[in-house]
C-alpha cells in the first residue's frame, strides 16, 4: 500500500487545527461549582417556591394572632308600625380577648320604645357598663384560641425546616448535573488526546511506510485504530452535550429568565479537591447534637409538640364548662367613682356532658397519634444514622479505589511509553502499542467513574447532613 506525500501533509495539517482547538479548549473560562451554585441559590424558580412555604406558616401565624385581636361590636335594631315606636335599641361593645380564657368588655346600651321589654329600660342617656367574663374550668388554662396561636407558632418553625429539605433537594440534584457535566467532560478530553495520539501514529507510520521501515499492514492498522478513536470521540461528545444541556436545566436569571449554558465554559477538574469546603460536607462525627439539630427530627419534634398542645387542649376539655362574667354599671361615664358594686350586672353559665364520649374518643386519638410520632422519631433516627455511617463507608472505599485507580493510570502510561520506544526502534508492534493504550484508556474511564462516584457520595452526605442550602 503506497499513500502518497500530500496525505502525510494532510494528516499533520488536521493535527495542528486540532492542537489548536485543544489549547483554546483549555484557555476557556472555568465555570466553577461554587458559581454555579450561586446561580441556583438565587434564581431558580424551585428554590424561590421552597421559600413560599415559609411564608405560608408567617400567614397561619397571623391569622392565629387574630385571634386575640379587639372587637368593635354594634347591635342596633328598631320597630315601628302604624305610627308606633314598638323598639329602637342599640347595643355597642368593645371586646379585648386575653391568653387564659378571660375577656375585658365595655358596653354601652340605649334602649327605648313602647312595647320595650321591662328588662331592656335603661336611663335617659344610656347605660354604660365595664366588665370581664372568663372561664372558670374548661377553657381557662387552655383552649381552642390559645392553642391555636401556639401550634401556628411551631407551624412556622416546622416550615422553616420543610423550605430547608426542599432547598436543600434541589441543590442535591443541581450538583449531581455538575458532577456528571465534569464527568463527560473529562471522559471527551480522555478520547480527544488519544484521537490525537491515534492521528500522530498514523502520520509517524506513514513516514516509516515511506521510508520502507514498516509493513503496509501497520498503516492499515493505525488507521482502524484512528476510525475507533474518532467514534469514541463522537460518542463522548454527544454525552457531554447532553450533560450540558442537563445542567442548562438549572440555570436561570432574574425574571424566572432560563439560560443555556454558554459552550465555550468547562467544569473545574479540581472539584474534587475543594468539594467538601464548597458543600460544608467534611466528614462531621455523628453525635446525638448532630441528630437532633437535623430538620427532619426537628420537624419530627415541633409536630410532636404541636399534638402535645393538642393533647392538653381535650385533657382540658373534660372538665366541666362553667363561664363567669361580671359587669360594672353607670348612666355617667365621666365619673369613674360611679362604678360601684351595687350596681352591676353579673351571670354564671355551667354546662358537661353526661358520658363525655367525644371528649374521651378525642383525647384516645391524640394518645394514638404521639405514639405514632414517637415510633417515627426513633425509626427517622437510626434510619438517619444508618445512611450517615453507610454514606462515610463509601467515601472512604471510593477515595481508596481513587487512589488505586491513579496508581494504574500511571503505570499503564509507562507500559504505552514503553511498547511506543520499542515500535520506534523496531522491536514491538504496532498491535501491541494499541492494546496497551485501550487498556490505558479503560483505566482512565474506571479512574474517572470512581472520582464522580467521590464526588456524588459528598454530594449525597451533605444532603443527607442538609449543608447544602
Do not use: C
Not at 515511506?210 to 469514541?232: F, Y
Request: proline fraction near 3%; glycine fraction near 4%; charged fraction near 25%.
Amino acid at each position: 500500500m503506497h499513500f502518497p506525500k500530500y496525505i502525510v501533509v494532510i494528516v499533520l495539517l488536521l493535527s495542528a487545527v486540532n492542537l489548536k482547538v485543544q489549547g483554546q479548549t483549555v484557555a476557556d473560562s472555568i465555570f466553577t461549582l461554587e458559581e454555579f451554585l450561586g446561580y441556583v441559590k438565587q434564581y431558580h424558580p424551585v428554590v424561590k417556591q421552597a421559600h413560599l412555604i415559609a411564608s405560608e406558616g408567617e400567614a397561619k401565624l397571623l391569622k392565629a394572632r387574630g385571634a386575640f385581636d379587639p372587637k368593635i361590636e354594634v347591635d342596633y335594631g328598631k320597630k315601628e308600625f302604624t305610627g308606633t315606636e314598638y323598639y329602637d335599641k342599640l347595643n355597642a361593645a368593645f371586646k379585648i380577648p386575653t391568653w387564659y380564657g378571660i375577656e375585658f368588655k365595655a358596653n354601652y346600651e340605649n334602649n327605648e320604645g313602647y312595647y320595650l321589654n321591662p328588662e331592656a329600660k335603661v336611663p335617659e342617656d344610656g347605660l354604660y357598663s365595664a366588665g370581664v367574663s372568663m372561664s372558670l374550668a374548661k377553657g381557662f388554662l387552655a383552649n381552642q384560641r390559645m392553642t391555636t396561636l401556639k401550634q401556628a407558632k411551631l407551624y412556622r418553625d416546622i416550615s422553616l425546616n420543610k423550605q430547608s429539605l426542599a432547598v436543600n433537594e434541589v441543590l442535591y440534584n443541581a450538583v449531581e448535573a455538575y458532577f456528571s457535566w465534569l464527568k463527560y467532560y473529562q471522559e471527551y478530553q480522555v478520547y480527544a488526546s488519544f484521537q490525537e495520539n491515534a492521528r500522530e501514529r498514523l502520520a509517524n507510520v506513514v513516514v516509516s511506510f515511506e521510508a520502507g521501515d514498516k509493513p503496509a499492514v501497520d498503516t492499515l492498522e493505525a488507521s482502524i485504530n484512528l476510525k475507533n478513536r474518532e467514534l469514541d470521540v463522537e460518542k463522548s461528545r454527544i454525552n457531554y452535550v447532553k450533560s450540558q444541556l442537563e445542567l442548562s436545566n438549572y440555570l436561570w436569571l432574574e425574571n424566572n429568565t432560563p439560560v443555556e449554558l454558554d459552550y465555550s465554559l468547562v467544569p473545574d477538574e479540581n472539584s474534587l479537591f475543594i468539594v467538601d469546603q464548597v458543600l460544608n460536607s467534611s466528614l462531621l462525627e455523628v453525635n446525638e447534637e448532630l441528630l437532633e439539630n437535623h430538620p427532619k427530627i426537628q420537624t419530627i419534634n415541633l409536630e410532636k409538640e404541636q399534638l402535645v398542645l393538642e393533647k392538653r387542649l381535650n385533657t382540658n376539655n373534660l372538665l366541666p364548662k362553667i363561664d363567669a362574667q361580671y359587669n360594672f354599671l353607670t348612666s355617667d361615664y365621666e365619673r369613674i367613682n360611679s362604678l360601684t358594686v351595687h350596681n352591676y350586672k353579673a351571670g354564671l353559665n355551667i354546662s358537661m356532658p353526661l358520658f363525655l364520649r367525644k371528649e374521651r374518643g378525642d383525647l384516645k386519638l391524640i394518645k394514638l397519634k404521639l405514639q405514632d410520632v414517637e415510633f417515627s422519631l426513633s425509626a427517622t433516627k437510626v434510619s438517619l444514622l444508618n445512611k450517615i455511617n453507610a454514606v462515610q463507608q463509601e467515601i472512604d472505599s471510593y477515595e481508596t479505589q481513587s487512589a488505586i485507580a491513579q496508581n494504574l493510570v500511571n503505570d499503564y502510561k509507562q507500559l504505552v511509553a514503553f511498547e511506543q520506544e520499542r515500535f520506534e526502534l523496531g522491536e514491538g508492534s504496532l498491535f501491541l502499542i494499541n492494546y496497551r493504550e485501550a487498556k490505558l484508556i479503560e483505566t482512565e474511564l474506571k479512574r474517572i467513574d470512581i472520582n464522580n462516584k467521590v464526588l456524588s457520595t459528598k454530594a449525597k452526605f451533605a444532603q443527607i447532613l442538609n449543608t447544602l442550602e
